[in-house]
Nanobody, 123 residues
């Protein structure tokens, strides 16, 4: 079964940046569309971005457009989420998810999930 591991979370000041990584094991990611989700305390999980299997199609939640960039390097079996201009409302646990499909759009349904990485934006 496909396994996903997120990394790159941490504590950052408002206006700062983080780059999250999602790396797959057991299988290669080149046949999978990937979504990034987040869940803040007391809030429902929301999808913030997705990328098609080949990286040619991208989508973003309105609140992160212009600040977040999703990308992938299939040679490294990794998907990235570059997060710039971070604000306290971005604080959440961030998850990556995969499905065996070339396409993505928000919202999407995914079959495989990582365990999450904490992002905290605070002064």
């Amino acid at each position: 079964q496909l396994q996903l591991v997120e990394s790159g979370g941490g504590l950052v000041q408002p206006g700062g940046s983080l780059r999250l990584s999602c790396t797959a094991s057991k299988f290669t990611l080149d046949d999978y569309a990937i979504g990034w989700f987040r869940q803040a305390p007391g809030k429902e999980r929301e999808e913030v971005s997705c990328i098609s299997s080949g990286g040619g199609s991208l989508d973003y939640l309105d609140s992160v457009k212009g600040r977040f960039t999703i990308s992938r390097d299939n040679t490294k079996n990794t998907v990235f989420l570059q997060m710039n201009s971070l604000q306290p409302e971005d604080t959440a646990i961030y998850y990556c998810a995969a499905r065996f499909s070339p396409y993505c759009s928000l919202p999407g349904q995914y079959n495989y999930w990582g365990q999450g990485t904490q992002v905290t934006v605070s002064s």
